[in-house]
C-alpha cells in the first residue's frame, strides 16, 4: 500500500498532541569506512534530526573510528561498532545492516534514518523540526522514501538518477523486520518491514544529498 504524504505535510506547524508509539526514540544508523575526509561534518548533521547515533566502522584503515569517538558526546554517538574485516569487501552488507538494526533497538530505537557517511540531509530539513515532526508521524511499518541527489563533480550542479529519484531510508520498526536474509547492497529499510505504508516526499525543496561525486580529486586522495 502506498499513501500520499500531504495529510502529514498540512499537520507541520501544529502542535503535536501524541506521536505514532509510546516512547517514541529517532536513531541514525550509520556504515563508515576511511571516511576521515567528512566523518565529523555528516554526524553534525545528522545529529540535528536524531535523539542518538550508532555507527558501525566496516574496517576502516584510516583514522575515523577515533574521530567518531572523539565527537561521541557531541554528537550524541551511542555505540561503534567495529568490524576487524570487511563485510562489503565479503559481499555481506546485510550483516553490517543487521547490527546496526540490533544496537538501535537496544538503545531504544523506535525510528530509524539510515544515512551513508558522505551523505547529509538538506538543511532546511531541521527549520522549525521539519524532518522530526514527520518522522514521529510515522505508525509502525511506515518507510519514508525522499529525493536524492547527487552533486556532480563540483557544489554548482547535481544529478539525479532516473531509477533513483526516492531514497527510502527512515522507518518506523515493527518490531519484527530484519535484514537477515539480505545480502550485498542490502536495502536500508529491511525487506520485510510490514503493517504499514510506503510515504514519500515529494516536494523538491528537501532531499538527500550524496556527496559521493562531487569532488572526485579529494576524494581520490584521502
Known sequence: MKRNLLFLLLLIGMPITGCAIAHPRIVGLMQIRNESCIIEQCLHALSLYTDAIVILDDASSDDTVQICASEAQKYHIEKIICNETSAWEHRTEGDNRQKLLDAGREIGGTHFIVIDADEML???FADNNYLRNIILRLNPGDRLGINIMHPWACMDRYRVYFN???KYLIYCDDGACSHKQELIHALRVPLNLSGGANL????ERYGLLHFGYA????????
Open 215 to 222: 569532488n572526485w580529486v579529494m576524494i581520490c586522495s584521502c
Open 122 to 124: 538538506t538543511a532546511n
Open 200 to 203: 514519500e516526499l515529494l516536494d
Open 164 to 166: 533513483e529519484k526516492i
